[in-house]
Each structure stands twice: as C-alpha cells, then as structure tokens.
C-alpha cells in the first residue's frame, strides 16, 4: 500500500502546485516547476517499483501453483527450445553456404587421402554461384550496351562530354567574370570577338563625335600619336568609363557594362595607325605605342629621354 499512498500524494502535490504559485506563495514560479517536476518523476519511479514488485509476485505465485516439479519443466522446456533455436539458426546457415552438419559429414568424405588427410566434397556455396551468374549477366550487358549497340559512351567518348560541359561553364564564368573588370585590372586583347563588338559599340555610342573610324569630328582623332589623356588600355578605359566634363565627354559607367568598356578600350587600340581618310589635326602629346601596359605619364616621360 505505500507505493500506493507515495503516487496518490506525488499526483496531489502535482495538482496544488498551480494553486501556490496562482496565490502568491512564498515560494516562486520557477521553484515550483521544480517542485513540480520532481513530483512527476517521483511518481514514474514508484510506479516502475510498483510493477516490478508486482511481476516478482506474479512469480512468486507461479512457483507456488507450479511447485517444484513444474518449475523443473519449465526450465526444461526453456533450455530445449534455446537449443532449437540455435540448431534452426545453425541449420540455416548451413544451407545458405550449402554446407553439410557435423553428424553428416562421413557420406561426402573423398576417398582418396594424402597423408592421412581427407577433403570433404562439399559443393560451391549457392549464394557464390548466384554472384557468379549476376556479374556474366553484367559482363554480357555491358557488352552490348557499350561495345555493340553504342548506347554508353565509352572512357574517351564520356571524356570529351565532359571536357565540352566544363567548357560550356567555364564561358559562362569568364561572361559573368568580365564585368568585374575595372581600370586597374583591364587586359589588352586582340581577341577577334571582343574587338567585334568593341567596333559594335563604337559605331553606335562613339562615332558620333570621333568618327565611324575613330578619324575625330567633335572629339580628337584616335587613330595617331597624339593624346590627351594617356594611350595606355587602362588610361582608356578610364577616360570611356569617367569621361572628361570638360570636354564635353560623357561618363559611360552607368550605360555601358565594364565588359563593354574593355571591348570599345580594345577596338580604340586596334585603330592606332590606322590613317583614315580626313583624319583632324592632332591633339594632346605625342606618346609612343606602349602594348597598352603603360601609363600616361610614364609613356610621357618616355617620350621625353627619347627627346633629349
């Protein structure tokens, strides 16, 4: 009856708890909920001894009912099917790996011996032979799939696949990696695309002030020595991308992409030398042909000790 009384008064610890803490007790919300919590796992534990003293009862009882010779039997009967089991479990096993018992092995002993030493003729385990028709059925099948009907691709054909896919995503990158170019970083190229449509842009946004072939109108001419603002790419790129104010040179940064900048920076390069017909008079300083790597000022003070 204790363990009776401990969860009846656990529970109605349980159920007053709420009410102390509604009243404004001395003890505080948070205590409670410990309280509380420690109630229930009291009650949880008195009931796992409750049940465990009522199995061992339960026991008990079947002992008393059963008396000696049952619990014989019943611990008989426990031990024989304990080693039915083991002998399924055994028995199964040897089937799986076409194996023979212990108690049958004499009929499958070879005759023939070498010193005193005999072999069983025991046969493949069925589970190998069956793994040994499944890889002949995929030998056979890749066969015909790669080798015959050339539905696979084959080592080189899937390597060239791959090599094309990768391809594909690397053009994409550089696409998406070429409006990252600024005037520090921009490369001279002489790549026929990008000139291409460099020249596109040109003819569309610049040719109205510097000519359909850079001969200068408004603007100074492109195609000579002289400049005003450097001949490097990146003094170029620069001057498209900022603009000069002063001159009546729009800022291009916010219409035309840093990808596009480059490509009009490299088809303006393209055009040194070139001597359109009615060229304007030159303007700025004259620079020497740098390979687009050198600044305005360093190519000036080139042009100086040239000079002197």
């Known amino acids: ?17 709420p009410a102390f803490a509604e009243d404004g007790g001395l003890l505080s919300g948070e205590t409670m909920n410990y309280i509380g919590y420690g109630a229930i796992m009291l009650a949880l534990i008195t ?25 014989e039997k019943e611990k008989t009967s426990k031990v024989a099917l304990k080693a039915e089991r083991k002998a399924a479990r055994a028995d199964r096993l040897n089937k799986l790996l076409s194996l023979k018992p212990m108690s049958e092995e004499k009929s499958i002993l070879i005759e023939h011996d070498y010193d ?8 493949t385990p069925a589970w190998f032979m069956y793994l040994f028709y499944v890889t002949i059925a995929f030998a056979i099948g890749y066969l015909l799939i790669y080798h015959v009907f050339g539905v696979g691709q084959l080592q080189y054909d899937e390597y060239r696949t791959e090599m094309a896919a990768a391809a594909k995503e690397k053009a994409a990158f550089l696409a998406k990696s070429a409006d990252k170019v600024d005037e520090n970083t921009v490369k001279l190229t002489t790549d026929a695309g990008a000139l291409a449509a460099g020249k596109s842009v040109f003819q569309e946004r610049c040719a109205a002030c510097h000519g359909v072939n850079g001969q200068g109108m408004v603007g100074p001419n492109l195609t000579d020595d002289y400049w ?6 990146n003094d170029i790129f620069k001057t498209i991308k900022y603009g000069v104010q002063s001159k009546g040179m729009p800022t291009w940064e916010s ?54």
């Open 255 to 308: 219409q035309l992409t840093p990808k596009q900048i480059s490509d009009v920076a490299n088809f303006i390069k393209s055009l040194h030398g070139s001597n359109p017909a009615n060229p304007k008079e030159p303007q700025g300083t004259k620079i020497a042909e740098d390979n687009g790597s050198t600044s305005a000022k360093e190519a000036k003070a080139k042009t100086a000790m040239v000079v002197k």
């Open 1 to 17: 009856m204790k363990p009776i009384r401990i969860i009846f008064l656990s529970l109605f610890v349980l159920a007053i708890t």
């Open 116 to 123: 005193g030493i005999q072999e069983l003729d025991n046969p």
């Open 228 to 233: 005003l603002h450097g001949n490097s790419i």
């Open 47 to 71: 009931l796992c001894i409750a049940m465990y003293v009522v199995l061992k009862a339960f026991r008990v009882v079947a002992q008393i009912l059963l008396g000696p010779e049952g619990l």
